[in-house]
Structure formats: C-alpha cells, structure tokens
C-alpha cells in the first residue's frame, strides 16, 4: 500500500466527473486501501478518487476519532434526503489552508453504494457523516465546497491557493 499524491485546488482535474465503476476488480480492491491510507496520512475524514487524479466514483471516509471504523464506498448515491439543511463547517485535504468554512449541507440523508464485495448497500446518515459523504460525492461531480462560498470568500482562498502551489513549485525547482 501507497500514499497517493493530492492534487490541490485549483488543478483542472479536480473538475471532472469521475466514472461509474462496473467491475469491482484487484485493482479497485487495492485503489479503496491506498486511498484509506492516503486519507488517514493526510488526517482527513474523507477522500475522493477525484483528489488523487482518478477518475472513478469511489470515495473512503471514516470520521472517528480513534480512526478505527472506515467505509469504501462504491458508485455512492443519495436516494432520498430530508429537505432540512444546516451548517456544516468543512475543509478539504485538497484545499489545505487551515481554515474552516460553512456552508449547508443535508441533515439526513439515505444513500445506497457498493462495497468491495460488490454488495449493494443503504445507510443512512445525519450530521457529519452525512455531510462528509455529500462532501465527497460532489467531488465524484466535480464540485467543492468552496463552490457553495461567496465570490469574494472564493477569490480569497483562490489567493491563498495560489500562493500555496508556487511554494510547492518554488521548492521543487532548488531540489532540482
Ligand atoms: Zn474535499
């Protein structure tokens, strides 16, 4: 198993939509691990394929403290929510500029998603489980939360992001 590389805002890529999974083979089995690991190295609660530049609807999450109860979920979907919506504070492993934001998301949620043993399954969920699933399903959509932001709150963490990616180029460029 492997730590993956992230990719950060505002990288194109995390604009795609990513692709339904048809065969859950060893690969996918190994891409579910990789990215649990990479999300606990990164001390997120949750990873989308779409923030490791891969382009499938597979997404981990696991928002214990003790870090000890992961979920890989396969071809994720909301089937049914309740219309109350409240603030949910986020970040994101692909915006790492320290900093919380709310927006509002679903209370309560149902989804239905495969599992490694290609198993349809339901859950439903509230608070912040459910808020990190919608989280992460609209990576598999190409959407962030900064999204859901004002323009002005937007263009600032695009300031910051922008400073944050020269560093990481200025540093490439003296180890070479
Ligand atoms: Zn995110």
Redesign the pocket.
Same mark, same amino acid.
């Given at each position: 198993m492997s730590i993956m590389k992230l990719l950060y805002f505002p990288n194109n890529k995390l604009r795609i939509k990513a692709k339904y999974i048809k065969n859950i083979n060893n690969d996918i089995i190994s891409l579910g691990k990789n990215m649990l690991k990479t999300m606990y190295f990164y001390n %997120?609660i %949750?990873?989308?394929a779409t923030?490791v530049g891969i382009n499938k609807r597979i997404i981990v999450v696991d928002i214990t403290i003790k870090k000890n109860n992961p979920l890989i979920l396969i071809n994720p979907e909301i089937i049914k929510f309740d219309k109350l919506k409240i603030n949910s504070k986020? %970040?994101?492993?692909?915006?790492p500029i320290k900093q919380q934001y709310s927006i509002l998301r679903y209370k309560k949620i149902k989804i239905k998603a495969k599992n490694l043993m290609n198993k349809y399954f339901e859950l439903e969920i509230y608070d912040l489980l459910s808020f990190c699933i919608q989280?992460?399903i609209?990576?598999l959509n190409g959407i962030?939360?900064i999204d859901y932001l004002s323009n002005l709150k937007f263009q600032r963490i695009y300031d910051k992001m922008y400073k944050f990616n020269q560093k990481i180029i200025s540093f490439k460029k003296k180890i070479i």
């Open positions: %997120g %949750g990873l989308a923030q986020e %970040g994101c492993l692909s915006i989280h992460e609209d990576h962030l939360f």
